[in-house]
Nanobody
Framework: QVHLVESGGGLVQAGDSLRLSCTAS????????IAWFRQRTGTEREFVAA????????KYAEFAEGRFTISRDNKKNTVFLEMNRLRSEDTARYYC???????????????WGQGTQVIVSS
């Protein structure tokens, strides 16, 4: 079983950058696809980005294209989400999730972290 812990959230100003980390532990930590989702107040959890265990061909939500970058370091069992040019609407709790393959629906992922809060002030 994989266990996920997110970190790196915080309070930033619009236009700033932030890097989130998702560290995985467990026997198959480097063999799973990892996705980032976010949940804004009063909304459903939405897909942000995902990467396969190889790190190739990442997938992004439309709002993340060109601003966010997902990458992974399998030696450290860590997946990063680099977020640039942050906007107030990026304010949300960000979760990472592990699954067999890259999917954009939350239901495909069976292991979730506790999340890390990102607040972007305008």
């Amino acid at each position: 079983q994989v266990h996920l812990v997110e970190s790196g959230g915080g309070l930033v100003q619009a236009g700033d950058s932030l890097r989130l980390s998702c560290t995985a532990s467990g026997s198959s930590a480097s063999d799973v696809a990892i996705a980032w989702f976010r949940q804004r107040t009063g909304t459903e959890r939405e897909f942000v980005a995902a990467v396969s265990w190889t790190g190739y061909n990442p997938k992004y939500a439309e709002f993340a294209e060109g601003r966010f970058t997902i990458s992974r370091d399998n030696k450290k069992n860590t997946v990063f989400l680099e977020m640039n040019r942050l906007r107030s609407e990026d304010t949300a709790r960000y979760y990472c999730a592990a699954g067999v393959t890259v999917k954009i629906r939350a239901g495909w992922y069976d292991v979730w972290g506790q999340g890390t809060q990102v607040i972007v002030s305008s």
